[in-house]
């Protein structure tokens, strides 16, 4: 059992090295090819921030496992908001702009409903899948096209070598590979040791670990001041996780739900809802200290519900 905690925890951390040198590599390989740095922190950089989400769902996928791939995504966007958002705003308010108001925040909404909407039915096929990704190439060269109206910072890339570059790419890659199937057989292996369902382990283990880099840039925007960053980081990737990696999952293979419940789908809109109604009511602009304790306690509260 012991030595299964330890094999998740390697394979968390092959798949976040993975991710890391894969973005920057193909981040450094397309400024040599003379592309623009937004369109690389449009397409690869905002790729690589969900591609431990991605590498899981798609492993389980190809392991006929529908609920880890559907319940990492629904558990990863409930961590997101709840969880990530509510543990920032303990140090400091998270603003909101205009942009998330008017645009991004309905946008996750929408995505979300339209999520829960596609699987009343307990299947996810593959032209909904398709669907999915259309929506999600739309919205990137919606937004590669009005980049220059961004008021979105763009992280400078690094230039690395030819070699360093090819080294670095392979490297992510096998880090991926190797770290998603180690993830996903030890995740396995802990459910049914502790005599829980894949719905749980999905939910609350796989989903918190593929999602610490977005807790992780969060928090870092946060103590460097760039509070707007942290919420257009979580925003962004809940939306990218349904549209990119769900649609693309459920291309690969229809998905079907045995275990994963629409209370579960309901508290993933439910959070984007109380992200919305605190942009709108409370806060005067921010998530402040006090809704921070709100989406913490609303974090728990689900959490208990699952285990108990």
């Not at 030595?3 to 925890?9: D, G, R, S, Y």
């Not at 973005?23 to 003379?34: E, G, K, V």
């Not at 992780?216 to 349904?242: E, F």
Request: charge should be neutral.
């Amino acid at each position: 059992m012991f030595l299964t905690w330890i094999l998740l925890v390697i394979g968390f951390t092959l798949i976040t090295m993975g991710a890391t040198w894969l973005t920057n590599s193909s981040a450094a390989i397309a400024h040599r090819l003379r592309i623009s740095e937004y369109v690389i922190g449009m397409t690869i950089v905002a790729v690589g921030t969900s591609l431990p989400e991605l590498t899981v769902s798609i492993a389980s996928t190809f392991a006929g496992s529908a609920d880890m791939a559907i319940g990492n995504i629904v558990g990863s966007n409930i961590f997101n908001v709840l969880l990530v958002l509510g543990l920032c705003a303990l140090f400091t308010p998270v603003a909101f702009t205009k942009s998330n108001v008017r645009m991004d925040i309905p946008i996750c909404i929408a995505v979300s409903i339209g999520l829960l909407a596609m699987l009343l039915n307990g299947t996810l096929n593959r032209i909904e899948g398709i669907t999915l990704l259309l929506c999600y190439i739309a919205i990137i060269i919606f937004s590669i096209r009005s980049g220059k109206q961004s008021d979105e910072e763009i992280e400078p890339v690094e230039n690395f070598s030819w070699f360093k570059s090819l080294v670095m790419l392979a490297l992510g890659f096998g880090g991926l590979i190797y770290g998603a199937d180690l993830t996903l057989d030890s995740a396995v292996t802990i459910a049914r040791d502790l005599g829980v369902s894949e719905r749980v382990i999905a939910i609350t283990l796989l989903a918190g670990g593929t999602s610490l880099p977005e807790l992780a840039a969060s928090l870092a925007a946060i103590l460097k001041g760039h509070g707007a960053m942290a919420l257009g980081n979580v925003v962004g990737s809940n939306i990218a996780n349904i549209l990119r990696i769900l649609g693309t999952c459920a291309t690969i293979s229809p998905l079907v739900m045995s275990g994963i419940t629409t209370i579960d789908l309901l508290v993933m809109v439910g959070a984007v809802l109380l992200l919305l109604l605190s942009a709108l009511v409370c806060g005067k602009g921010k998530i402040v200290r006090g809704e921070g304790i709100v989406f913490l306690a609303a974090y728990a509260a689900y959490i208990w519900y699952l285990i108990g």
